[in-house]
Protein backbone atom coordinates (compact mmCIF):
# COMPACT_ATOMS: atom_id res chain seq x y z
CA UNK A 1 0.00 0.00 0.00
CA UNK A 2 1.40 3.23 -0.73
CA UNK A 3 1.23 5.35 2.77
CA UNK A 4 1.75 9.42 2.86
CA UNK A 5 3.74 9.88 6.09
CA UNK A 6 3.39 13.12 7.60
CA UNK A 7 5.48 14.69 9.82
CA UNK A 8 5.02 17.71 11.54
CA UNK A 9 7.26 19.74 14.06
CA UNK A 10 6.98 18.69 17.50
CA UNK A 11 9.58 16.31 19.43
CA UNK A 12 7.66 13.57 18.71
CA UNK A 13 8.88 13.54 15.22
CA UNK A 14 12.04 11.09 16.50
CA UNK A 15 9.24 8.28 16.89
CA UNK A 16 7.90 8.76 13.35
CA UNK A 17 11.34 7.41 12.43
CA UNK A 18 10.61 4.41 13.91
CA UNK A 19 7.22 4.19 12.06
CA UNK A 20 8.19 4.62 8.94
CA UNK A 21 10.79 1.77 9.58
CA UNK A 22 8.39 -0.30 10.70
CA UNK A 23 5.53 0.49 7.58
CA UNK A 24 8.65 0.08 5.05
CA UNK A 25 8.99 -3.35 6.92
CA UNK A 26 5.79 -4.25 6.63
CA UNK A 27 6.31 -3.83 2.59
CA UNK A 28 4.35 -0.71 2.01
CA UNK A 29 5.41 1.92 -0.10
CA UNK A 30 6.17 4.85 2.65
CA UNK A 31 6.43 8.64 0.89
CA UNK A 32 7.36 10.82 4.00
CA UNK A 33 6.54 14.69 3.96
CA UNK A 34 7.49 16.92 6.43
CA UNK A 35 6.33 19.91 7.10
CA UNK A 36 9.09 22.98 7.50
CA UNK A 37 8.89 22.76 11.29
CA UNK A 38 9.92 19.28 11.46
CA UNK A 39 12.72 19.80 10.03
CA UNK A 40 14.14 21.00 13.06
CA UNK A 41 13.30 17.66 14.62
CA UNK A 42 14.83 15.42 12.59
CA UNK A 43 16.65 15.23 9.46
CA UNK A 44 15.15 15.12 6.17
CA UNK A 45 18.28 12.73 5.20
CA UNK A 46 17.02 10.53 7.95
CA UNK A 47 13.83 9.77 6.91
CA UNK A 48 14.54 9.83 3.13
CA UNK A 49 17.31 7.21 3.95
CA UNK A 50 14.40 4.84 5.42
CA UNK A 51 11.14 5.77 3.29
CA UNK A 52 10.60 4.42 0.22
CA UNK A 53 11.29 7.73 -1.37
CA UNK A 54 13.36 10.62 -0.32
CA UNK A 55 11.36 13.68 1.88
CA UNK A 56 10.24 16.11 -1.40
CA UNK A 57 11.57 20.05 -0.89
CA UNK A 58 7.87 21.15 -0.34
CA UNK A 59 5.01 22.96 -2.25
CA UNK A 60 7.75 25.13 -4.33
CA UNK A 61 10.24 22.91 -5.63
CA UNK A 62 10.71 19.52 -6.84
CA UNK A 63 7.73 19.86 -9.69
CA UNK A 64 5.77 17.58 -7.18
CA UNK A 65 1.93 18.86 -8.07
CA UNK A 66 0.19 19.93 -4.74
CA UNK A 67 -2.09 16.78 -5.16
CA UNK A 68 -0.34 14.40 -6.95
CA UNK A 69 0.71 12.72 -3.18
CA UNK A 70 -2.54 12.81 -1.64
CA UNK A 71 -4.51 11.40 -5.35
CA UNK A 72 -2.20 8.21 -5.23
CA UNK A 73 -2.15 7.48 -1.49
CA UNK A 74 -4.31 4.50 0.01
CA UNK A 75 -3.72 5.99 3.26
CA UNK A 76 -2.46 9.24 5.08
CA UNK A 77 -0.95 8.91 8.44
CA UNK A 78 0.38 11.99 10.06
CA UNK A 79 2.52 11.50 13.33
CA UNK A 80 3.33 14.20 15.12
CA UNK A 81 0.30 15.89 13.98
CA UNK A 82 0.54 19.39 16.02
CA UNK A 83 -1.98 21.79 17.44
CA UNK A 84 -0.62 24.14 14.87
CA UNK A 85 -0.80 20.90 12.04
CA UNK A 86 -4.79 20.16 12.86
CA UNK A 87 -5.76 23.74 13.01
CA UNK A 88 -4.31 24.40 9.49
CA UNK A 89 -6.29 21.12 8.61
CA UNK A 90 -9.59 21.59 10.11
CA UNK A 91 -9.75 25.13 8.45
CA UNK A 92 -8.94 23.50 5.55
CA UNK A 93 -5.65 25.34 4.87
CA UNK A 94 -3.24 24.57 1.97
CA UNK A 95 -0.08 26.38 2.59
CA UNK A 96 2.45 23.80 2.74
CA UNK A 97 2.91 19.90 0.55
CA UNK A 98 1.79 18.23 4.04
CA UNK A 99 -1.81 19.96 4.50
CA UNK A 100 -1.81 20.70 0.58
CA UNK A 101 -1.87 16.43 0.40
CA UNK A 102 -4.25 16.23 3.20
CA UNK A 103 -6.81 18.44 1.29
CA UNK A 104 -5.80 16.42 -1.94
CA UNK A 105 -6.93 13.19 -0.64
CA UNK A 106 -9.74 10.66 -0.64
CA UNK A 107 -7.94 8.23 1.40
CA UNK A 108 -8.25 7.40 4.70
CA UNK A 109 -6.54 9.96 6.90
CA UNK A 110 -4.52 8.95 10.14
CA UNK A 111 -3.52 11.92 12.94
CA UNK A 112 -1.69 11.17 15.84
CA UNK A 113 -1.60 14.52 17.93
CA UNK A 114 1.75 15.17 19.99
CA UNK A 115 1.64 18.63 21.87
CA UNK A 116 1.81 20.08 25.45
CA UNK A 117 -1.22 19.13 27.77
CA UNK A 118 -2.23 23.31 27.84
CA UNK A 119 -2.66 22.41 24.33
CA UNK A 120 -4.08 19.27 24.21
CA UNK A 121 -6.72 20.75 26.71
CA UNK A 122 -7.88 23.95 24.95
CA UNK A 123 -10.92 24.38 23.53
CA UNK A 124 -9.50 25.18 20.04
CA UNK A 125 -7.72 21.69 19.60
CA UNK A 126 -10.74 20.33 21.21
CA UNK A 127 -12.71 21.96 18.71
CA UNK A 128 -10.56 21.10 15.86
CA UNK A 129 -10.61 17.54 16.30
CA UNK A 130 -13.83 17.05 16.82
CA UNK A 131 -14.54 18.67 13.41
CA UNK A 132 -12.06 16.50 11.92
CA UNK A 133 -13.43 13.61 13.25
CA UNK A 134 -16.94 14.72 12.05
CA UNK A 135 -15.12 14.43 8.78
CA UNK A 136 -13.99 10.84 8.96
CA UNK A 137 -10.52 11.01 10.36
CA UNK A 138 -9.28 8.98 12.63
CA UNK A 139 -7.05 10.15 16.00
CA UNK A 140 -4.80 8.28 17.41
CA UNK A 141 -5.28 9.81 20.79
CA UNK A 142 -1.74 10.76 22.78
CA UNK A 143 -1.21 8.89 25.97
CA UNK A 144 0.18 10.14 29.59
CA UNK A 145 3.44 10.61 29.95
CA UNK A 146 6.89 12.86 30.20
CA UNK A 147 6.96 15.20 27.96
CA UNK A 148 9.38 17.80 26.43
CA UNK A 149 10.75 20.55 29.02
CA UNK A 150 10.04 17.29 31.82
CA UNK A 151 6.41 17.85 32.55
CA UNK A 152 4.28 15.13 32.85
CA UNK A 153 0.78 15.09 31.29
CA UNK A 154 -1.43 14.09 28.57
CA UNK A 155 -0.42 14.80 24.87
CA UNK A 156 2.56 12.16 24.47
CA UNK A 157 2.03 10.69 21.22
CA UNK A 158 1.15 6.93 21.17
CA UNK A 159 3.85 4.60 20.31
CA UNK A 160 5.08 3.49 17.40
CA UNK A 161 3.38 0.09 18.18
CA UNK A 162 -0.07 1.79 18.27
CA UNK A 163 -0.14 3.67 15.36
CA UNK A 164 1.16 0.86 13.77
CA UNK A 165 -1.55 -1.37 14.50
CA UNK A 166 -4.45 1.38 13.57
CA UNK A 167 -2.54 1.73 10.00
CA UNK A 168 -2.80 -2.19 9.98
CA UNK A 169 -6.52 -2.18 10.98
CA UNK A 170 -7.75 0.73 8.74
CA UNK A 171 -5.68 -0.71 5.73
CA UNK A 172 -7.41 -4.27 6.44
CA UNK A 173 -10.68 -2.58 6.64
CA UNK A 174 -10.47 -0.83 3.53
CA UNK A 175 -8.81 -3.56 1.57
CA UNK A 176 -11.19 -5.89 2.93
CA UNK A 177 -14.90 -5.80 1.24
CA UNK A 178 -16.50 -8.72 2.81
CA UNK A 179 -16.30 -11.33 0.07
CA UNK A 180 -20.56 -12.32 -0.08
CA UNK A 181 -22.00 -15.90 -0.90
CA UNK A 182 -25.15 -13.83 -1.20
CA UNK A 183 -26.61 -12.27 -4.51
CA UNK A 184 -25.19 -9.04 -4.15
CA UNK A 185 -22.10 -9.27 -3.32
CA UNK A 186 -20.85 -6.40 -2.94
CA UNK A 187 -20.68 -4.78 0.63
CA UNK A 188 -19.60 -1.32 -0.92
CA UNK A 189 -22.36 1.10 -1.43
CA UNK A 190 -24.25 1.54 -4.30
CA UNK A 191 -23.92 4.35 -6.85
CA UNK A 192 -21.03 6.59 -7.76
CA UNK A 193 -22.88 9.73 -5.73
CA UNK A 194 -23.30 7.80 -2.19
CA UNK A 195 -21.19 9.30 0.95
CA UNK A 196 -17.59 7.98 1.00
CA UNK A 197 -17.55 4.73 3.55
CA UNK A 198 -16.34 7.15 5.96
CA UNK A 199 -19.04 9.49 6.16
CA UNK A 200 -21.81 7.08 5.26
CA UNK A 201 -23.35 6.66 8.99
CA UNK A 202 -23.13 10.54 9.69
CA UNK A 203 -26.41 11.91 11.46
CA UNK A 204 -27.15 8.49 12.59
CA UNK A 205 -26.91 7.15 16.35
CA UNK A 206 -25.90 4.05 16.39
CA UNK A 207 -26.16 1.99 20.10
CA UNK A 208 -23.13 -0.32 21.00
CA UNK A 209 -23.17 -2.99 23.17
CA UNK A 210 -19.98 -5.05 24.48
CA UNK A 211 -18.03 -7.12 26.62
CA UNK A 212 -19.66 -10.09 29.33
CA UNK A 213 -21.66 -9.24 32.07
CA UNK A 214 -20.76 -10.10 35.16
CA UNK A 215 -23.51 -11.45 37.63
CA UNK A 216 -22.32 -11.32 41.49
CA UNK A 217 -22.97 -14.26 43.59
CA UNK A 218 -21.48 -11.91 46.48
CA UNK A 219 -19.58 -9.05 46.64
CA UNK A 220 -16.31 -10.78 45.98
CA UNK A 221 -17.21 -13.07 42.68
CA UNK A 222 -19.11 -13.16 39.96
CA UNK A 223 -20.45 -15.09 37.24
CA UNK A 224 -19.09 -14.20 33.49
CA UNK A 225 -17.81 -15.46 30.45
CA UNK A 226 -14.72 -15.00 27.63
CA UNK A 227 -15.92 -12.19 25.97
CA UNK A 228 -13.51 -9.24 25.89
CA UNK A 229 -15.61 -6.81 24.39
CA UNK A 230 -13.20 -6.07 21.36
CA UNK A 231 -15.58 -6.58 18.47
CA UNK A 232 -18.01 -4.78 19.90
CA UNK A 233 -15.44 -1.69 21.01
CA UNK A 234 -14.48 -2.11 17.22
CA UNK A 235 -18.02 -1.73 16.01
CA UNK A 236 -17.83 1.74 17.95
CA UNK A 237 -14.87 2.75 16.81
CA UNK A 238 -16.04 2.24 12.98
CA UNK A 239 -18.98 3.98 13.48
CA UNK A 240 -17.31 6.65 14.89
CA UNK A 241 -15.45 6.72 12.51
CA UNK A 242 -18.15 6.57 9.83
CA UNK A 243 -19.57 9.79 11.08
CA UNK A 244 -22.18 8.42 13.79
CA UNK A 245 -22.94 9.71 17.08
CA UNK A 246 -22.35 6.16 19.16
CA UNK A 247 -23.37 5.55 22.34
CA UNK A 248 -21.21 2.10 23.61
CA UNK A 249 -22.98 0.16 26.57
CA UNK A 250 -19.65 -2.10 27.61
CA UNK A 251 -18.69 -4.52 30.60
CA UNK A 252 -15.35 -4.78 29.30
CA UNK A 253 -12.41 -3.74 31.07
CA UNK A 254 -10.97 -2.16 27.57
CA UNK A 255 -10.02 1.54 27.98
CA UNK A 256 -13.14 3.75 26.48
CA UNK A 257 -12.71 4.90 22.79
CA UNK A 258 -12.66 8.35 22.02
CA UNK A 259 -15.36 10.38 20.93
CA UNK A 260 -18.32 8.09 21.99
CA UNK A 261 -20.76 7.92 25.03
CA UNK A 262 -19.28 5.57 27.07
CA UNK A 263 -21.86 4.00 29.45
CA UNK A 264 -20.23 1.78 31.47
CA UNK A 265 -22.45 -1.59 33.17
CA UNK A 266 -21.70 -4.27 35.02
CA UNK A 267 -24.64 -7.02 35.01
CA UNK A 268 -27.33 -7.77 32.72
CA UNK A 269 -29.62 -5.71 34.26
CA UNK A 270 -27.76 -2.50 34.23
CA UNK A 271 -27.02 -3.32 30.49
CA UNK A 272 -30.75 -3.77 29.70
CA UNK A 273 -31.62 -0.76 31.75
CA UNK A 274 -28.82 1.26 29.68
CA UNK A 275 -29.54 -0.54 26.31
CA UNK A 276 -33.38 0.89 26.71
CA UNK A 277 -32.46 3.82 27.53
CA UNK A 278 -29.89 4.77 24.36
CA UNK A 279 -31.94 2.45 21.87
CA UNK A 280 -34.88 4.42 22.01
CA UNK A 281 -33.83 7.66 19.73
CA UNK A 282 -31.17 5.18 17.63
CA UNK A 283 -31.70 4.04 13.70
CA UNK A 284 -28.78 1.26 14.60
CA UNK A 285 -28.69 -1.11 17.60
CA UNK A 286 -25.75 -3.56 17.78
CA UNK A 287 -25.87 -6.21 20.57
CA UNK A 288 -22.18 -7.18 20.49
CA UNK A 289 -22.12 -8.21 24.53
CA UNK A 290 -22.24 -11.52 26.02
CA UNK A 291 -24.98 -11.52 28.11
CA UNK A 292 -24.57 -13.86 31.47
CA UNK A 293 -27.96 -16.41 30.43
CA UNK A 294 -28.30 -17.15 33.62
CA UNK A 295 -27.08 -15.53 37.05
CA UNK A 296 -27.64 -16.25 40.84
CA UNK A 297 -31.32 -15.68 41.92
CA UNK A 298 -30.35 -14.66 45.60
CA UNK A 299 -26.94 -13.18 45.21
CA UNK A 300 -25.47 -12.75 49.41
CA UNK A 301 -24.84 -9.43 50.41
CA UNK A 302 -21.60 -10.06 52.71
CA UNK A 303 -18.95 -12.50 51.20
CA UNK A 304 -19.98 -16.27 51.26
CA UNK A 305 -17.66 -18.37 53.66
CA UNK A 306 -18.80 -21.85 52.36
CA UNK A 307 -19.43 -23.35 49.10
CA UNK A 308 -22.99 -22.14 48.32
CA UNK A 309 -25.57 -24.52 46.32
CA UNK A 310 -26.07 -21.59 43.77
CA UNK A 311 -29.96 -20.96 42.72
CA UNK A 312 -29.38 -19.88 39.14
CA UNK A 313 -32.08 -17.73 36.91
CA UNK A 314 -31.90 -16.56 33.69
CA UNK A 315 -30.88 -13.16 32.71
CA UNK A 316 -33.47 -10.58 30.96
CA UNK A 317 -33.14 -11.18 27.34
CA UNK A 318 -31.93 -7.87 26.31
CA UNK A 319 -32.51 -8.45 22.63
CA UNK A 320 -35.71 -9.99 22.79
CA UNK A 321 -36.99 -6.60 24.40
CA UNK A 322 -35.14 -4.31 21.76
CA UNK A 323 -36.89 -6.39 19.09
CA UNK A 324 -40.08 -5.60 20.98
CA UNK A 325 -40.06 -1.83 21.54
CA UNK A 326 -37.73 -1.53 18.20
CA UNK A 327 -38.59 2.59 16.26
CA UNK A 328 -39.79 1.87 12.94
CA UNK A 329 -36.43 1.91 10.68
CA UNK A 330 -34.28 0.55 13.68
CA UNK A 331 -31.82 -1.84 11.87
CA UNK A 332 -31.12 -3.97 14.35
CA UNK A 333 -27.78 -6.66 15.12
CA UNK A 334 -27.63 -9.65 17.26
CA UNK A 335 -24.17 -11.83 17.38
CA UNK A 336 -24.24 -15.39 18.28
CA UNK A 337 -21.12 -17.21 19.51
CA UNK A 338 -21.02 -20.62 18.62
CA UNK A 339 -19.29 -23.99 18.90
CA UNK A 340 -20.27 -26.39 17.13
CA UNK A 341 -23.19 -26.40 13.90
CA UNK A 342 -22.66 -22.83 14.14
CA UNK A 343 -24.55 -21.30 10.93
CA UNK A 344 -27.61 -23.72 10.91
CA UNK A 345 -27.82 -22.99 14.60
CA UNK A 346 -27.67 -19.28 13.88
CA UNK A 347 -30.33 -19.02 10.72
CA UNK A 348 -32.99 -20.09 13.76
CA UNK A 349 -31.61 -17.94 16.08
CA UNK A 350 -32.01 -14.99 13.50
CA UNK A 351 -35.68 -15.91 13.59
CA UNK A 352 -36.66 -16.77 16.98
CA UNK A 353 -35.10 -13.18 17.91
CA UNK A 354 -36.40 -11.33 15.38
CA UNK A 355 -33.16 -9.31 14.35
CA UNK A 356 -32.11 -7.62 10.95
CA UNK A 357 -28.70 -9.16 10.67
CA UNK A 358 -27.01 -11.76 13.03
CA UNK A 359 -23.27 -11.98 13.56
CA UNK A 360 -22.46 -15.37 13.77
CA UNK A 361 -18.63 -16.94 14.63
CA UNK A 362 -17.52 -20.16 15.18
CA UNK A 363 -15.38 -19.48 19.12
CA UNK A 364 -13.60 -22.37 18.51
CA UNK A 365 -11.86 -21.59 14.65
CA UNK A 366 -8.48 -20.49 15.20
CA UNK A 367 -7.92 -17.04 15.46
CA UNK A 368 -11.69 -16.07 16.15
CA UNK A 369 -13.67 -15.22 18.86
CA UNK A 370 -12.85 -14.63 22.70
CA UNK A 371 -9.92 -12.08 23.21
CA UNK A 372 -8.08 -12.49 19.99
CA UNK A 373 -7.30 -9.27 17.64
CA UNK A 374 -8.78 -11.12 14.87
CA UNK A 375 -12.59 -13.11 13.85
CA UNK A 376 -13.96 -14.64 11.42
CA UNK A 377 -17.71 -14.24 10.82
CA UNK A 378 -20.72 -14.75 9.00
CA UNK A 379 -23.14 -12.46 8.59
CA UNK A 380 -27.06 -13.49 8.54
CA UNK A 381 -29.49 -11.58 7.33
CA UNK A 382 -33.60 -11.47 7.80
CA UNK A 383 -34.54 -11.96 3.98
CA UNK A 384 -31.54 -14.55 3.52
CA UNK A 385 -28.90 -12.89 2.59
CA UNK A 386 -25.20 -14.49 3.88
CA UNK A 387 -22.03 -12.33 3.70
CA UNK A 388 -18.78 -14.36 4.78
CA UNK A 389 -15.94 -12.78 6.35
CA UNK A 390 -12.70 -14.33 6.24
CA UNK A 391 -10.49 -14.23 8.83
CA UNK A 392 -9.99 -10.21 9.79
CA UNK A 393 -8.85 -7.63 12.22
CA UNK A 394 -11.90 -6.82 14.50
CA UNK A 395 -11.96 -3.60 12.93
CA UNK A 396 -12.17 -4.58 9.67
CA UNK A 397 -15.56 -7.38 10.79
CA UNK A 398 -16.98 -4.12 12.42
CA UNK A 399 -16.05 -2.44 8.79
CA UNK A 400 -18.16 -5.04 7.30
CA UNK A 401 -20.63 -5.75 9.30
CA UNK A 402 -21.80 -1.71 9.27
CA UNK A 403 -21.53 -1.96 4.94
CA UNK A 404 -24.46 -4.18 5.20
CA UNK A 405 -26.48 -2.19 8.36
CA UNK A 406 -25.60 0.82 5.78
CA UNK A 407 -27.42 -1.11 2.90
CA UNK A 408 -30.00 -1.92 5.28
CA UNK A 409 -30.63 1.48 6.48
CA UNK A 410 -31.06 2.67 2.45
CA UNK A 411 -33.90 -0.33 2.38
CA UNK A 412 -31.57 -2.23 0.44
CA UNK A 413 -32.08 -6.23 1.90
CA UNK A 414 -30.06 -8.80 1.25
N1 LIG B 1 -28.53 -11.66 24.34
C1 LIG B 1 -29.25 -10.75 25.07
N2 LIG B 1 -29.66 -11.06 26.32
C2 LIG B 1 -29.39 -12.26 26.87
C3 LIG B 1 -28.64 -13.20 26.12
C4 LIG B 1 -28.22 -12.88 24.86
O1 LIG B 1 -29.50 -9.66 24.57
N3 LIG B 1 -29.81 -12.53 28.10
C5 LIG B 1 -28.11 -11.30 22.98
C6 LIG B 1 -26.61 -11.30 22.73
O2 LIG B 1 -26.04 -10.05 22.98
C7 LIG B 1 -26.51 -11.68 21.27
C8 LIG B 1 -27.74 -12.52 21.04
O3 LIG B 1 -28.64 -12.25 22.10
O4 LIG B 1 -26.60 -10.55 20.44
C9 LIG B 1 -27.50 -13.99 20.99
O5 LIG B 1 -26.81 -14.38 22.14
P1 LIG B 1 -26.63 -15.92 22.49
O6 LIG B 1 -26.09 -16.05 23.86
O7 LIG B 1 -25.91 -16.61 21.37
O8 LIG B 1 -28.14 -16.36 22.39
P2 LIG B 1 -29.08 -17.03 23.35
O9 LIG B 1 -30.42 -16.42 23.18
O10 LIG B 1 -28.54 -17.05 24.72
O11 LIG B 1 -29.13 -18.47 22.71
P3 LIG B 1 -28.44 -19.85 23.15
O12 LIG B 1 -27.69 -19.59 24.41
O13 LIG B 1 -29.60 -20.75 23.28
O14 LIG B 1 -27.54 -20.21 22.00
Known amino acids: MRI ?9 AYKAVEVCRRLVDSGHHVVPVMTDAARHFVGAATLSALASEPVPDGLWQGGIPHTRLGQEADLVLVAPATADLLARYAAGMA ?37 LRRRGVQVVDPGSGRLAGGDVG ?11 TAVAARLAGEAAPAGGTAPRAS ?4 GGAELPRERDLSGRTVVVSAGGTREAIDPVRVITNRSSG ?11 DRGARVVLVTASMLPAPAGVEV ?10 RAMGEAAAGAQVVVMAAAVADFRPKAPAEAKIHETPDLVLEPTPDILAALVSRRAPGQVLVGFAAETEDAVARAW ?16 SAPGSGFDHDTNEVSIL ?34
Open 4 to 12: VLGVSGGIA
Open 95 to 131: DDLLTATLLATRAPVIVCPAMHTEMWEHPSVIDNLAT
Open 187 to 190: AEPA
Open 154 to 164: PGRMAEPNEII
Open 263 to 272: VTVESAAEME
Open 230 to 240: KQGHAVAEAAR
Open 381 to 414: ESGGGTTVVPLRSKRAVADAILDRVVARLRGESA
Open 348 to 363: RKLERKGVDLLVVNDV
